[in-house]
């Protein structure tokens, strides 16, 4: 009974979801709503502008340095906390350790 | 692990593998790549070092005070880089063409973006060792 409820609404979320597939713009099409200005922008300007010729790296450390300043600050907290949590179990053998290198 | 075949072609790839990852670093600006790919490929040779030899080995490669050190330098070049922007009186991390002003296209002319990727390479590089080598340690205890 369980396994049947379980079959029946994942069919459902298919469905529905297939639906909303069915309704995205096509791909790569001239009338999509991503090709705005923005676009343009980027691809037209990165050369001139900022001198590289591989976009991607323009558009992510140059137009939207910020959100990889995020990224760096991410990996940042995600080492901070595995190593706050890996070292609790080793904590004298860490102060060996530091004591020792530095 | 202590296979002399796995060993010595180990060493043999070593200097490859870091080459090309200082090389996809290096060159984000106009090939395929960036901080990031670099940085992982650059992990990961220390990362092969670790399984051929030992954690403890490749710990006294590369100790923990330096991965700590270089972890928190990436970060802190990458911010130094971002406030060079405001000294320039434009927002932060405003791109300074004029600095690095090679033609566009060669390694020189992405202005601020080839010490930024390196800075991002040296840390990613840093995370994937440090997390890497933290849970082989763990598993040994």
Known sequence: MRRMLATAIIILLGVLLAAAVSEMPPFAAPSNPADNQVNERYLGQVVQEVGVLNVISGIITDYRAFDTLGEAAVLFAGIAAVLAVLETHNLDTYRKDRGKNG | ?141
Do not use: C, W
């Open chain 2, 1 to 141: 692990m202590d296979d002399v075949v796995l060993q010595t072609v180990t060493l043999m790839l070593l200097p490859f593998i870091q080459t090309y990852g200082i090389y996809i670093m290096v060159n984000g600006h106009l090939t395929p790549g960036g901080g990031f790919a670099g940085g992982a490929v650059l992990g990961i040779s220390l990362i092969l070092y670790a399984l051929t030899f030992h954690v403890d080995e490749a710990a006294k490669v590369y100790p923990r005070r330096k991965a700590e050190a270089l972890e928190s330098l990436g970060a802190l070049v990458f911010i130094f880089i971002g406030l060079l922007g405001v000294l320039g009186g434009a927002a932060f991390l405003t791109n300074n063409t004029s600095f690095l002003s090679g033609q566009a296209g060669t390694l020189l002319g992405g202005g601020f973006i080839l010490p930024v990727t390196v800075a991002v390479g040296l840390k990613v590089a840093s995370t994937v060792v440090t997390l890497f080598f933290h849970l082989l340690e763990e598993e040994k205890r």
